[in-house]
């Protein structure tokens, strides 16, 4: 029976498609096409929804930034925002050596100093000056520091838990040597942190792949609060371009750490030799107190060890 329908309808088709005009379709012949036809239309879109069910390859990276990003836009999406400073998020930079520390005041550059702490607003981007960098007398490096977020140490204690901005000798010397530094310093999620004290400046960054994304990297261990990026770009020689080189010179404040022994002691500002804002009064309440630690990438030819072989260091909290 089925296969003199077949047969059948095989003629039919071909007198259609010959263009024969004698060929009359009984009612029983023209249910016969629109039913075969129903059943392919159905079975090509059941293919096509198999096909469109496949999940899409993951991608490798940071769900909202990626690393080609330019500094500025990973904290501020794209627009309308307001850019009214809130609150001067404390840092400390710490580098080998006697290497010291400045940022620019609009006309040149603070005196360089080691150790260097000062005030920063979160989303904003603040190239600073590196110099007295050991076994490279009279280099300079200007790299940039973008804060993605603010700690909450307790009220009355926030000296006493900058940001740590550590700069190691071999991110120094990698970036006079051309290569690009990139680190990401994250706070660090209280329930899967190691209890392994150490102290600030003695902190060990954990290298990962060139092609591995950083900030993805240092999400998985908590929340990425600040990115470096140290290079060997120098600073331009006209003075229209200075603007642009130092991302419009956002405000900060110069800050001193409190000295030794003076625990819960909050210590006054720096007098600025500048016209910066020096804002102090308006440090919040805390509602957590965290631990950061740095993770760093090289682009350089050579690859590093992936993270997950190396040593995983902690901070210990600052007294």
Known sequence: M???IMIRLKRTLQALHAGDQAVRMTSW???LVALLSTLLIGSLASQVIA???RPLPMQQGHRLYNPSMPPGNIYYPPGPVNHTPEYFQPVAFSGPGKVQFSMPTGDGFQESQPELMVGLNVGRVYRFRVTNIPFHPGAE????VELLGRTFPPAGAELRHPIPLNLSETDLANALGGLMVTRVVYLEDPQSAFPLAVERKDA???DVPTGQDLLATADTYGRPIAVIRIGSLAPPTSPVLMGQFYFGYPNWIPLQAPATGAAGAEPEPVSASNTL???VGDLPTAVQVGYTAPVTRRRSPTVVQPAASEPLYRLADQK
């Open 2 to 4: 089925a296969s003199r």
């Open 29 to 31: 012949s023209k249910a």
């Open 51 to 53: 096909q469109g069910a």
């Open 141 to 144: 490096l200007y790299p940039t």
């Open 204 to 206: 060990t960054p954990i």
């Open 277 to 279: 804002p020096h804002r």
